[in-house]
């Protein structure tokens, strides 16, 4: 067993310090957060994530797991700190990584292992991670050991995916590698498959999310041309999936969570060659207004209307709300209202959003229960898939808003009974 110290207490390096922890290491974890910090020394999980609770809960109570306020130095060093898309710059972020390296790099001694799950830019881990801790006058490969090994758990479904994915880790030389895949053995039961690089294997975690977005664009794509033709997009995928070489994705209202929107982009940091990859974000992104034409063309005009947004999670049974799809569209409809009192110069009708959640607790977010959600709505628009969502009785909520129409783009609700209550119903 080993000692091992966790930088970021996230989604990621949480579960993966309990899990090490569980497995009998000895894990230290620190986070930046002083909150966080706070929170789990008095053994709150500020994560809602399908039994994290527990499993961090028997790592602090084991004392296998300490919450540390400083980084400690330890044998094996696991940085899982945020890589955000800059919008602006449209770069990664590395800020948080470069100060995790910062922070780590006096404590580094020789023969120890440091090893980036953060998502990154391929060659992240050797052009801007290896320098900082070389700075300390070691060598990467020589001294201590220097890999890149992401982290493809699903959120939802964290602690079964975080033992039994495949991992694939790459190294700075072959030392390396067999460093990271002795801590990995000592929990994952899936294949672990090494990389002559710690690049490609940077690659590999950026191309399988590039993957999955440019199918959903297809799906995406599909249910506009559906729409063109008045056929439903769902019936058509499925019966073109029965064919044994198809499977299409499904369509929604754009493709969130801070992954699979964001990862395209780091595969254009050092290339330009990311054509059909850029085209599928913009049929991605472009899927709010899609939700905006059908909202436009059930109720004719937005002006004076209320809309109702059941969903800010970026999927189903989440709590995470980062680039969430039904966030968005109740932005660009609040802004749209403001752009075209900037272009016609008089006041429009105001377009009132409500956006309701009951998995997300964000108090920046001006959440509003069901009810008053829906008090005098003109419309429902469903765009997260979440269990409660498919529970909803519609005759209360009919009586309750002042049009029925229900926009449900997850085909998640039960479209006979909510037609048979009385609601227009349109599916993506
Ligand atoms: N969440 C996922 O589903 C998922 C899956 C695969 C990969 N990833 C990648 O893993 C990385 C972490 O993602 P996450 O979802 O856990 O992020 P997160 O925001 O949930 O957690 C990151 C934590 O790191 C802390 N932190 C920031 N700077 C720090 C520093 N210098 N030292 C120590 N702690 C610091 C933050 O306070 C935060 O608590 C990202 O690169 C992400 O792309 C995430
Ligand atoms: C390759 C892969 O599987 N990667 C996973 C992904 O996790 P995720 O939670 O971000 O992924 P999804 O569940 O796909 O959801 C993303 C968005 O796409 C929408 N969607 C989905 C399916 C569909 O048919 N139609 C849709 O519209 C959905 O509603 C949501 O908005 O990235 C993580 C971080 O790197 C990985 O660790 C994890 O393995």
Known sequence: MSSVCIHGLGYIGLPTAAMLANYGHDVYGYDA??????????????????????????????????????????????????????????TADLSYLRDAA????????????????????????????????ESTGLTAGTDFALVHCPETV??????????????TLGGVNGVSTESAVRLYDSFVSGEIRTTDDPTTAEFVKLIQNTYRDVNIALANEIARLADDYGIDSREAIDLANAHPRVDILQPGPGVGGHCLPIDPWFLGTGSDQIELISTAREVNDGMTEFVIELLERELNSLDGTKIAILGVAYKGNVSDARNSPGLELARTLADRETAELATDGGPTGDIEVEIHDPHVTDPTLDLADLDSSTAGADALVVTTDHDEYADLDPEPIAERMHEALLIDTKAHLDAPRWREAGFAVRQI
């Open 33 to 90: 957060d002083e909150t966080v910090r706070g929170d789990l020394q008095n053994g709150d999980v500020h994560l809602d994530e399908p039994g994290l609770r527990a499993f961090v809960t028997q790592a602090l109570e084991s004392a296998q797991l300490e919450i540390t306020d400083e980084i400690v130095q330890a044998k094996y060093h696991i940085i899982c700190v945020p890589t955000p898309f800059d919008q602006t710059e449209r």
């Open 102 to 133: 910062h922070g780590l790099a006096p404590l580094l001694r020789a023969g120890d292992t440091v090893i980036l799950e953060s998502t990154v830019p391929p060659g992240t881990t050797v052009e801007q991670l290896q320098p900082i801790l």
């Open 154 to 167: 699903l959120p939802g479904n964290i602690i079964s995916e975080l033992r039994e994915n495949d991992r």
